[in-house]
């Protein structure tokens, strides 16, 4: 899921009342041969408030970075129109597909659309809302995704935030997808199965509260032969642009905290294996 895409946070920070979890989860000292070292958090970008705060090691690793890096800030004003759009009423649909279209939607969302209703919307954003939904059904929002934890702290304390990607990288990503791969991407959301992603969104969330690296690669493989695909596309190219980045922060002696999804960290040409692979040392905390 692209985070810059669909997601539109208010940024409110509270103080949480909660004693600190226990939960493992996915942070990683990254140093390199001078000790100089930099905090790498795999991140959901949609999740639950009751884990917050995060137990305290974690916590510490956020207080004593002089930055926090994320992948977009969205406590910045960013432009929100896509450069190349290609909704569903541009499509050369038949009548038979848009019922059912009409159908998986509905199914998706317990309602009784028309196709009216979401034909401004692209492929893309259909094969989306499937994640939201099977999320929110399993507890897990936006609200309390890991990201905007982190941005909310990072405010709150007044901690600067700085971008991994950008806006713009991100729009081309979806521009790329629109223009593309549309058909592929409406045929995989007339198949998918919501339960099956429901099921899927639960495990990698368990995943991630255990800090289980090789349990959240190993679920990639359980995507459709197309969400593989796809997922590779999303996650390489980005990997390598945000490895180029970290590796900047070595150039200083500031201590950068990275915020970004936790895929991104440990499938098998993920920020882990790229950082391993230049020599760096990583150690999971």
């Given amino acids: 899921m692209l985070l810059g895409s669909y997601l539109v946070f208010v940024f409110r920070y509270h103080e949480d009342q909660n004693s600190p979890s226990s939960y493992q989860m996915l ?11 930099v905090y790498l958090f795999g991140t959901m970008h949609i999740g639950n408030r009751s884990i917050f705060p995060l137990r305290d090691e974690i916590e510490a690793a956020f207080d004593r970075s002089d930055f926090l890096v994320v992948e977009i800030d969205f406590s910045l004003e960013h432009p929100t129109g896509r450069r190349f759009d290609n909704p569903m009423r541009n499509l050369d649909l038949n009548q038979g597909e848009i019922e059912q279209i009409e159908m998986m939607w509905n199914r998706i969302h317990h309602g009784s659309y028309k196709f009216e209703d979401f034909q401004d919307l692209t492929p893309l954003e259909l094969l989306t809302a499937v994640d939201l939904r099977q999320g929110l059904i399993i507890g897990l929002s936006p609200g309390g995704g890991l990201d ?4 909310n702290r990072a405010l709150h ?9 950008s806006m713009d990288s ?8 629109d223009r593309y791969w549309s058909a592929e991407i409406l045929r995989e959301f007339l198949e998918t199965d919501p339960d099956q992603v429901r099921d899927l969104l639960e495990k990698q969330w368990e995943f991630i509260l255990s800090g289980n690296a090789a349990g959240l690669a190993e679920t990639l493989s359980n995507y459709t032969e197309f969400r593989y695909a796809f ?3 999303l996650l ?3 990997d390598l642009a945000m490895f180029n980045v970290i590796e900047t922060y070595f150039m200083d002696d500031y201590v950068y905290f990275i915020a970004v999804g936790a895929f991104h960290l440990v499938h098998e040409q993920g920020l882990l294996e790229l950082l391993r692979e230049a020599g760096y040392t990583i150690e999971q905390l």
């Fill in 157 to 165: 304390s007044e901690t600067p935030i700085l971008e991994i990607e």
């Fill in 148 to 151: 905007l934890y982190w941005m």
């Fill in 170 to 177: 991100q729009m081309d990503a979806i521009d790329y997808l």
């Fill in 236 to 238: 390489v190219e980005r």
């Fill in 27 to 37: 942070l990683y000292r990254v140093s390199d041969s001078e000790g100089r070292h």
């Fill in 231 to 233: 997922n590779q596309v």
